[in-house]
């Protein structure tokens, strides 16, 4: 059981490239979130997704989106690299909502240059 | 919305001191609340949550926190510091929102521990 995967671990990209950062869960989980963790700002909502084929925006949704075609995956694209979306990323899972524990991956830390 | 706030956002303790990690949460209905904590270079790990059931709440590597609505608080404590709590902790409250819950987090304490 490896819970919540994610790839790469780091990358650096050059300003209006794109990339795909990928996120993988093997606990049958229907939600799934991205967060981005800037220094000293704690953790904001990208996006969400209640099960496969429905997202929502989160906090902070521009300059990003999103895609859920399987339970398991969980994609975040940027389309448009800007300096601002340096930063680290971190997708979680959780079976539930309200009380129910999320579950973290271990991160991808993405610099724009 | 809902708000976390966290007192603090760098605290430093000798080994076998008492670790006090503040939090505070807005909040108009009964919360849930979470403290996950961060180890350099890795994802968020739970180590409690406050579910309405019992107020002080037990979680892991003997860490406790107490859930008191007088205060709106949800405080972070362990007797004994050891070098290992040195990390970040994240203090954070489920909120209801659009078509489901999510977690509002806190800024985040960084622990030190010193010899």
């Known amino acids: 059981n490896a819970g919540v995967t994610q790839t790469p671990k780091f990358r650096i990209l050059k300003i209006g490239q794109s990339m795909t950062l990928q996120c993988t869960q093997d606990?049958?989980?229907?939600?799934m979130y991205w967060y981005r963790q800037d220094p000293g700002m704690g953790l904001k909502l990208i996006y969400y997704?209640?099960?496969?084929?429905?997202?929502d925006k989160g906090e902070v949704p521009n300059g990003y989106n999103v895609s859920r075609s399987t339970t398991e995956d969980f994609p975040l694209r940027l389309e448009l690299a800007a300096p601002s979306q340096t930063s680290v990323y971190f997708c979680?899972?959780?079976?539930?909502?309200?009380?129910?524990?999320?579950?973290f991956g271990p991160g991808t830390r993405l610099l724009v240059l | 919305a809902q708000s976390v706030t966290q007192l603090g956002s760098h605290v430093s303790v000798s080994e076998g001191a008492l670790v006090l990690l503040r939090c505070n949460y807005s909040?108009?209905?009964?919360?849930?609340l979470f403290w996950y904590v961060q180890y350099p270079n890795q994802g968020l790990q739970l180590l409690l949550k406050?579910?309405?059931?019992?107020?002080l709440v037990k979680g892991i590597n003997g860490f406790e926190a107490e859930f008191k609505k007088s205060e709106t608080s949800f405080h972070l404590t362990k007797p004994s510091a050891h070098m290992s709590d040195a990390a970040e902790y994240f203090c954070?409250?489920?909120?209801?929102?659009?078509?489901?819950?999510?977690?509002?987090f806190g800024t985040g304490t960084r622990l030190q521990v010193t010899l």
């Open positions: 406050y579910t309405s059931a019992a107020t």
């Open positions: 979680a899972s959780s079976r539930g909502q309200g009380q129910e524990t999320q579950y």
């Open positions: 954070a409250v489920s909120e209801w929102g659009g078509t489901a819950s999510k977690l509002t």
């Open positions: 606990m049958n989980h229907n939600y």
């Open positions: 997704s209640v099960g496969a084929g429905i997202t």
């Open positions: 909040s108009s209905v009964p919360p849930y």
